[in-house]
């Protein structure tokens, strides 16, 4: 099976930066496409950033100008850096893959939290 692991949240003040890092592992052919969503409390889950293997990056509106998404070299891993954050970008935060192959499918991990606080 396939498996995400997020790593890199936690407690910043506003105007502060975190980066998440997110690594796919196991029977994995190749990667379509990463992603990074968040869900705050009593809210439902929302698309931050997506990263499709030669396309375009996409944000969400609320990011756009303060977060980027990257893949690393081994193409198994996204990065969300994250800069001017915000009390409002407070949530846990879940990478997700586009697995094809065998295995192929849409693959989460089980989230990072992001604490925007003074």
């Known amino acids: 099976q396939v498996q995400l692991v997020e790593s890199g949240g936690g407690l910043v003040q506003p105007g502060g930066s975190l980066r998440l890092s997110c690594v796919a592992s196991g029977s994995i052919f190749s990667i379509n496409a990463m992603g990074w969503y968040r869900q705050a409390p009593g809210k439902q889950r929302e698309l931050v950033a997506f990263?499709?293997?030669?396309?375009?990056?996409n944000y969400a509106d609320s990011v756009k100008g303060r977060f980027s998404i990257s893949r690393g070299n081994a193409r198994n891993t996204a990065y969300l850096q994250m800069n001017s954050l915000k009390p409002e970008d407070t949530a846990v935060y879940y990478c997700n893959a586009e697995v094809a192959g065998a295995n192929g499918g849409h693959y989460w991990g089980k989230g990072t939290l992001v604490t925007v606080s003074s």
């Open positions: 990263i499709p293997n030669g396309g375009s990056t």
